[in-house]
């Protein structure tokens, strides 16, 4: 295809066009070489990694084998990880081949300049894949995964039957201070509430988060059972808004939220305005995380446009702290 269009213009449309609709990338792509060079870098900016039936047919993510790591670090900018934690050894089919379980923290070795990670389930052995992430700044996990390095029953830990089983593949990691959390701006805590209760029999606090020192932005699951029996200066997200210094919204994803939930009443004590309650499931935030990820309006977003509101007094009643339509977020 011969250009009509001045260069700077043509490739200002063409990259304009993928970036709002990716699915159109690969069709882009046919129209033209210098239209490859351009749409090519965007198409790998983010990477999905799934064992669901849709990533399985999806070229992309068979190409990165195919590409040099000089090409995967100056484009991949974003990955989320997905897998089986009870078939480590399953393949993923996705194309002509297959990324096997073990692939992944290679991957993310080579894309050391990932700023944003989603690890959704079980990663072995990817601390050191993390550590190599110098440009990290969001990421997503289970702390559990990071803390003992094995995907563990809550009942069995509670019992102490992981802590016997976790011998040499104990993590390295036991605090949020480790240095690879250093430059963190926006985590989010996959674990449930539950889970976190348990880690908190094995040394983890709560007021931990306050060791990370550029966090802006907390999310945790779920909610927080029995906090309506602890003092107000007690409750865990008030101490947690006090140990995060520089911490600008927190955000308790849970699966619903409205003036009537009971879920709702257990932050009736917590006064602080960075307190977001959000209603989410793991297939929305997956959808979010990739619409923040390319440059979309993403929970984070939404979350702060509410604690803005709500500093400003727009907030009705001030004590709620949940989003409704009407206030246009």
Same mark, same amino acid.
């Given at each position: 295809?011969?250009?009509?269009?001045?260069?700077?213009?043509?490739?200002?449309?063409?990259?304009?066009?993928?970036?709002?609709?990716?699915?159109?990338?690969?069709?882009?792509?046919?129209?033209?070489?210098?239209?490859?060079?351009?749409?090519?870098?965007?198409?790998?900016?983010?990477?999905?990694?799934?064992?669901?039936?849709?990533?399985?047919?999806?070229?992309?993510?068979?190409?990165?084998?195919?590409?040099?790591?000089?090409?995967?670090?100056?484009?991949?900018?974003?990955? $989320?990880?997905?897998?089986?934690?009870?078939?480590?050894?399953?393949?993923?089919?996705?194309?002509?081949?297959?990324?096997?379980?073990?692939?992944?923290?290679?991957?993310?070795?080579?894309?050391?300049?990932?700023?944003?990670?989603?690890?959704?389930?079980?990663?072995?052995?990817?601390?050191?894949?993390?550590?190599?992430?110098?440009?990290?700044?969001?990421?997503?996990?289970?702390?559990?995964?990071?803390?003992?390095?094995?995907?563990?029953?809550?009942?069995?830990?509670?019992?102490?039957?992981?802590?016997?089983?976790?011998?040499?593949?104990?993590?390295?990691?036991?605090?949020?201070?480790?240095? $690879?959390?250093?430059?963190?701006?926006?985590?989010?805590?996959?674990?449930?509430?539950?889970?976190?209760?348990?880690?908190?029999?094995?040394?983890?606090?709560?007021?931990?988060?306050?060791?990370?020192?550029?966090?802006?932005?907390?999310?945790?699951?779920?909610?927080?059972?029995?906090?309506?029996?602890?003092?107000?200066?007690?409750?865990?997200?008030?101490?947690?808004?006090?140990?995060?210094?520089?911490?600008?919204?927190?955000?308790?994803?849970?699966?619903?939220?409205?003036?009537?939930?009971?879920?709702?009443?257990?932050?009736?004590?917590?006064?602080?305005?960075?307190?977001?309650?959000?209603?989410?499931?793991?297939?929305?935030?997956?959808?979010?995380?990739?619409?923040?990820?390319?440059?979309?309006?993403?929970?984070?977003?939404?979350?702060?446009?509410?604690?803005?509101?709500?500093?400003?007094?727009?907030?009705?009643?001030?004590?709620?702290?949940?989003?409704?339509?009407?206030?246009?977020?």
């Amino acid at each position: 295809m011969e250009p009509v269009l001045p260069p700077e213009l043509e490739k200002d449309i063409f990259k304009t066009t993928a970036l709002l609709h990716p699915k159109m990338m690969l069709n882009l792509m046919l129209a033209a070489h210098r239209v490859r060079t351009w749409i090519e870098p965007l198409l790998y900016g983010v990477l999905t990694f799934s064992t669901d039936s849709s990533s399985s047919k999806d070229p992309v993510l068979a190409a990165v084998r195919s590409k040099t790591p000089a090409f995967l670090q100056a484009n991949v900018r974003h990955i $989320m990880l997905k897998w089986d934690p009870l078939r480590p050894d399953m393949p993923l089919d996705i194309g002509p081949v297959s990324f096997v379980h073990s692939e992944f923290p290679r991957i993310l070795s080579t894309c050391n300049q990932v700023r944003s990670v989603a690890l959704f389930d079980f990663a072995p052995n990817i601390i050191p894949a993390l550590e190599s992430a110098r440009e990290l700044r969001r990421l997503g996990v289970s702390l559990a995964d990071l803390f003992y390095g094995v995907s563990f029953d809550v009942d069995n830990l509670l019992f102490g039957v992981a802590s016997r089983e976790l011998g040499a593949g104990h993590s390295r990691i036991l605090r949020l201070d480790h240095p $690879m959390f250093a430059h963190l701006t926006h985590l989010s805590v996959f674990d449930t509430e539950s889970t976190l209760m348990v880690l908190q029999l094995h040394g983890f606090s709560r007021a931990d988060f306050g060791l990370l020192p550029e966090l802006t932005h907390l999310s945790l699951c779920e909610s927080m059972p029995m906090v309506n029996f602890l003092p107000t200066s007690h409750h865990p997200i008030n101490l947690m808004l006090t140990s995060c210094e520089k911490l600008e919204v927190l955000v308790i994803l849970l699966s619903h939220v409205d003036g009537s939930s009971p879920l709702h009443m257990l932050y009736i004590d917590v006064a602080d305005p960075r307190l977001v309650l959000m209603p989410t499931t793991n297939q929305e935030y997956e959808v979010d995380w990739e619409c923040g990820a390319r440059g979309g309006r993403d929970f984070w977003e939404r979350a702060e446009m509410f604690v803005a509101k709500k500093r400003r007094g727009e907030i009705k009643p001030a004590s709620r702290c949940y989003i409704e339509t009407d206030d246009g977020i």
